[in-house]
């Protein structure tokens, strides 16, 4: 019996959590419009979600694609398939790695931050003063950290997948000895701009809005105190990377599912 | 709030890397920029087989590529693949007697159209169907005619050695 008071508990715990989420995600979009207003507030949270990013996402993208290289050189070799390589580094960035893996770095290097700062502000009271003042902080805090971090995200994702292809073509290239010429050709010849390209940006799109909105909520729903900001900033870790690979499986089945 | 300069730069370059590398994947990567839709005619084809062709699949003329495969239909009446393609306007003096061909690029490679040179004075337009055609080139097929073939040598031999001794 305890077990189900348990579960019962447990279900309307998430259903709460879910509605307050759902409300907080009205109040956060219905704040775009005030941000675009004041676009210096968004250009300062633009610089410490995305250039602060940068430099993780071009590095891990640059190893990323060294070893889509090495990787697929090794198989491909068996098949007499060289000169595929290409087509192979920039398929598998661009349909998946590059959104992916830069949505979860993402969620690592900058979710994680917002998710902290705001249970930090909410824990020192700044929020509720603010509110005191007549300044929704919704509008002002929380709206244009989301656009910020949903403006980024296809950004970095795309920087993702064109420096793993580069470093793909400086070991396969460079390294490996497969022909230039037949690197780009061959991937130019094999991707289409429809199906791979805009739906991988259609990914990372989703993406951002999901690791941004999850890192800001959790921060604006921790309880405040140290631990809870704790708690708060892993959960952000933790649900935007199931969310993010959960999401990525349908987005994939609906995109590619069909052939 | 006062403006921040190098910030205002810092984010600029990052917004502009980003476009750059969106630009990058559009046009380096994927064939964006081969796919200028210009003027195009159609004209159509029909195979006995048309093998792994596939719709967008590459028709070229002495290796040059000339236009794209839009659609491939089959024709329950005559059993046949039928084929159209959209050739380039740049390329309006093909003779209507021109052939084509699968052919596959590379063993592995995909499959693609060639269309052969034809002499005659009159020239394919919109709509025009194609006489000539090669079907496309099934392994399994080729290897079992050499199979049944090379045993029937084998048969014949061993019947002209067998027969003297009867």
Not at chain 1, 48 to 59: M, R
Not at chain 1, 132 to 151: E, H, N, V
Not at chain 1, 161 to 190: K, P
Not at chain 2, 38 to 56: C, D, P, R
Request: hydrophobic share 45%; proline share 3%; glycine share 10%.
């Amino acid at each position: 019996m305890e077990f189900f008071q348990y579960l019962g508990a447990a279900t309307r715990e998430s259903f709460t959590k879910l509605g307050r989420a759902s409300y907080f995600l009205i109040g956060m979009l219905s704040g775009i419009s005030s941000v675009l207003i004041r676009p210096c507030l968004l250009l300062k949270q633009m610089h410490s979600v995305g250039v602060l990013s940068f430099l993780i996402i071009t590095i891990s993208g640059l190893f990323v694609g060294m070893v889509l290289g090495l990787q697929g050189f090794y198989i491909l070799s068996r098949f007499g398939a060289e000169e595929t390589l290409g087509v192979m580094v920039a398929a598998s960035l661009v349909r998946e790695l590059g959104p992916v893996v830069a949505a979860l770095l993402f969620a690592g290097r900058a979710g994680s931050a917002l998710t902290a700062e705001i249970g930090l502000m909410k824990a020192t009271e700044q929020l509720s003063g603010m509110e005191m003042m007549a300044i929704d902080p919704i509008k002002r805090i929380i709206s244009p950290r989301f656009l910020a971090g949903f403006l980024s995200m296809p950004l970095l994702a795309a920087l993702f997948s064109a420096v793993g292809i580069i470093g793909g073509q400086i070991v396969g290239c460079g390294l490996l000895g497969v022909d230039d010429g037949a690197y780009w050709s061959q991937m130019n010849a094999n991707l289409d701009f429809q199906k791979d390209i805009i739906n991988g940006i259609i990914k990372s799109v989703v993406f951002g809005f999901v690791t941004s909105w999850i890192a800001l909520f959790e921060g604006y729903d921790a309880i405040p105190t140290a631990e809870g900001v704790s708690r708060a900033t892993t959960r952000t870790v933790v649900n935007s990377a199931f969310s993010i690979l959960g999401l990525d499986f349908i987005l994939t089945a609906l995109m590619f599912g069909d052939n | 709030m006062p403006h921040n300069n190098t910030q205002d730069t810092l984010v600029g370059l990052f917004v502009a890397a980003g476009i750059a590398s969106l630009f990058f994947l559009a046009l380096q990567v994927s064939n964006l920029s081969s796919f200028t839709k210009g003027e195009t005619y159609q004209i159509t084809a029909s195979f006995e087989n048309s093998g792994g062709l596939k719709v967008k699949s590459p028709v070229s003329a002495a290796g040059v590529k000339i236009g794209r495969v839009s659609s491939i239909v089959f024709n329950p009446k005559t059993y046949r693949s039928v084929v159209t393609m959209e050739i380039d306007a740049k390329y309006k003096t093909l003779p209507d007697d021109s052939s084509v061909s699968v052919y596959t690029a590379g063993l592995l490679g995909e499959q693609y159209i060639s269309l052969g040179e034809g002499a005659s004075d009159s020239y394919l337009h919109n709509g025009s169907e194609i006489e000539f055609t090669n079907s496309a080139l099934i392994l399994e097929k080729a290897i079992t005619q050499y199979l049944l073939k090379s045993a029937d040598e084998k048969k014949d031999s061993d019947d002209k050695k067998n027969s003297p001794k009867k």
